[in-house]
């Protein structure tokens, strides 16, 4: 089996549970604020990973993660019939906290701009110039 087969399948996996975590699941375990990041299927298509994001606080994203094991086989039966497939693959899910990391990575880059600009107008205030600095350097 192709990987490129593979990476097609993951592609309509992830839309078909999103669409299902979305409409279909009834657990309130699992939260509305969910998105599917990421799908990845094995090359004999015999298991997914499904990576989800929760936006809130660790209970939720694994009380989220707990309703989705549960409704495991109602959402490996919604794919199975929706891809015409010999075998539908065991859906495994799993927490993506890359979205966390990134906002966390954003955050720290404002701070250091923001302190970088503090620094900048101290030096005006004290009368000091850009090339001043450069010289204490050396």
Known sequence: MSQARARRI???IKKIVAQT???DIKDPRVSK???VTNVETTRDLRYTTIYISVFGNDEQKNETLEGLKR???FIRRVIGEALDIRYTPEPT???DNSLEYAMSMSKLIDEVHQSDEEMRHHREELGLADDERDDDND
């Open 33 to 35: 604020l969910s998105t």
């Open 71 to 73: 409704a495991k086989g």
């Open 21 to 23: 975590i979305r409409e």
């Open 93 to 95: 899910f799993k927490l």
């Open 10 to 12: 993951s592609e309509e």
